[in-house]
């Protein structure tokens, strides 16, 4: 198994992928492209559709419209068994009566591979998930961590073309998850393989992926990578999907000279920058993050309010603000150096034209 054994293959194409049950169609025409070499993740709440797309892709769920290509071939009528694709599950799915070896041999075995040459792959794979001590030991004998990392050294052990995996770190702590997400990431950079990547964990995505595929109710909502969409949602869902979001109802309007500027329902009225699509009179939603947000003091500040609500979230202190009628979020840097408003103050608010934008009021 060498480094570069993914490198110059793995290329994943969905045209039009629909899965029905019943009346409901539970994935709606999906269309996606993955390069070669990606990390890849598909991102979305319960009920998006996710698992199911990455079940069709693995051959687990029949496809009842579209087409799934791995380097130009079709293989949406292909059995899984005859994919060649790794498969990483939440479960594990560790052989509980093999040793860790045998478990990561099974797939060469399966294919027929020469005992010489099972040695040294699965010596390697054991090598990348750092698992060499632990050979002759038994599921019941590893932590949680180290049988993923035995899922992961089978899953990757023939060098397959693409690796899916399946929510791998939803039964693990936080702490020991944020390691795994290192591990993985580092293992896919050597490898240079591809990894379609499922998770409902937005800063899990956000942490791993090149870029991101966000599912909504069966639909792509948006893909991109992590910066952009996170800093330049598509739309509402998006937007409030990964993590907070300031949204004001509102229109758009013409200050004359000054440009354009956007007029909250509850009255609150700021400058926006120039976006297609979004003339005089529009109506849209103002987006930004909370994090974006800068308290300042009140006097000369664009925007002024009071603090309603002060919640200590650790590495942030998140307020609540309100201000001409509408209520903004503010998360602030949990450092000793900046000022700490309690609730009641009244404090002014600003932020750089380029960290808010312009939604479609309809999404």
Known sequence: MSESAGAQRGAVELRGVTKRYGDESVVDAVSLSVHAGEFFSLLGPSGSGKTTTLMMIAGFAAVDGGEILIDGADIARTPPQRRGLGMVFQNYAVF????????????????????????????????????????????????????????????????????????????????????????????????????????????????????????????????????QVYEQPANRFVAQFLGEANLLDGAVQRDGASGLCFAAAGGMKVAVREQPGFEHGA????????EKVLLDDAAGAPLSGEIRRRDFLGSVIRYRVACDGSLLTVDVANAAHLKRPQVGERVGLRWLADDASLLPASA
């Not at 002759?136 to 990392?149: D, P, V």
């Open 96 to 227: 509980p009566h093999m040793n860790v070896f045998d478990n990561i041999a099974f797939p060469l075995r399966a294919r027929g591979v020469a005992a010489p040459q099972i040695q040294s792959q699965v010596t390697r794979a054991l090598e990348l998930v750092q698992l060499q001590r632990h050979a002759t030991k038994f599921a019941r004998e590893l932590s949680g961590g180290q049988q993923q990392r035995v899922a992961i050294a089978r899953a990757i052990v023939y060098s397959p073309p693409v690796v899916l995996m399946d929510e791998p770190l939803g039964a693990l702590d936080k702490n020991l998850r944020y390691d795994m997400q290192s591990e993985i990431k580092d293992i896919q950079r050597r490898l240079g393989m591809t990894v379609v990547y499922v998770t409902h964990d937005q800063e899990e995505a956000l942490n791993m992926s090149d870029r991101i595929a966000i599912l909504d109710r069966g639909r792509v909502a948006q893909v991109g990578a992590p910066s």
């Open 283 to 290: 109506q849209a939603v103002l987006f930004v993050r909370p």
